[in-house]
């Protein structure tokens, strides 16, 4: 059994552990972190197709100008790979990814609108955020994340930021050039 299988077992186990001792909010939190780092993995390999794309010639500001191209241009089997009958071009909150630029030098932003839906701020990353997990574990306190206690984070958008070249240079030319 794979770390990729494992996942939907370590998030169970998460949430009825965290249900059962400090409240439904909260292990909903937790769930939220464990989409957050699997949202992260699943947007570094849309950023790596979108790369190899733009180099093939793909106009990637095409893209982020219409989501629904975007959306179609994930869904293609022979771009993105379907993972469990997954629709790639939705993120674990049941949104769709975004991809926005370009900004400058041909940068973008392919992200999810994370657990709030809401196209807030990015988060940061997921080690950012397994930090600040592990600093809330090791200092516990039933009463801070209990219901009535839990705010939710405002800037929860899960961001990975690329830049697209959209011509072939150094060692990576077409054949015959």
Same mark, same amino acid.
């Given at each position: 059994?794979?770390?990729?299988?494992?996942?939907?077992?370590?998030?169970m186990?998460?949430g009825?552990?965290a249900?059962a001792?400090?409240?439904?909010?909260?292990a909903g939190?937790?769930m939220?972190t464990?989409k957050?780092?699997i949202?992260?993995?699943?947007?570094?390999?849309i950023?790596?197709?979108?790369?190899?794309?733009?180099?093939?010639?793909?106009?990637?500001?095409?893209?982020?100008?219409?989501?629904?191209?975007?959306?179609?241009?994930?869904?293609?089997?022979?771009?993105?790979q379907?993972?469990?009958?997954?629709d790639?071009?939705?993120?674990?909150?049941d949104n769709?990814?975004?991809?926005?630029?370009?900004? @400058?030098?041909? /940068? %973008?932003?392919?992200?999810?609108?994370?657990?709030?839906?809401?196209? =807030?701020? $990015?988060?940061?990353?997921a *080690?950012?955020?397994?930090?600040?997990?592990?600093?809330?574990?090791?200092?516990? @306190?039933?009463? /801070? %994340?209990?219901?009535?206690?839990?705010?939710?984070?405002n800037?929860? =958008?899960? $961001?990975?930021?690329?830049? *697209?070249?959209?011509?072939?240079?150094?060692?990576?030319?077409?054949?015959?050039?």
């Amino acid at each position: 059994m794979g770390p990729t299988n494992m996942v939907p077992m370590v998030m169970m186990t998460a949430g009825v552990t965290a249900t059962a001792t400090v409240g439904e909010r909260v292990a909903g939190r937790v769930m939220d972190t464990v989409k957050t780092g699997i949202t992260e993995f699943e947007l570094a390999g849309i950023r790596d197709v979108l790369r190899a794309e733009s180099v093939a010639g793909v106009d990637i500001k095409r893209l982020a100008q219409n989501n629904d191209k975007f959306k179609r241009f994930l869904q293609d089997p022979e771009v993105m790979q379907q993972q469990g009958g997954r629709d790639p071009s939705i993120d674990l909150w049941d949104n769709d990814y975004m991809l926005e630029g370009p900004f @400058d030098q041909e /940068e %973008y932003l392919v992200f999810s609108m994370g657990p709030n839906g809401g196209s =807030d701020a $990015c988060r940061g990353s997921a *080690a950012d955020v397994s930090k600040e997990l592990q600093s809330e574990v090791t200092e516990w @306190d039933l009463d /801070e %994340y209990s219901d009535e206690n839990y705010e939710a984070a405002n800037n929860d =958008d899960v $961001c990975m930021p690329f830049v *697209a070249v959209n011509e072939l240079k150094g060692i990576y030319r077409r054949i015959g050039e």
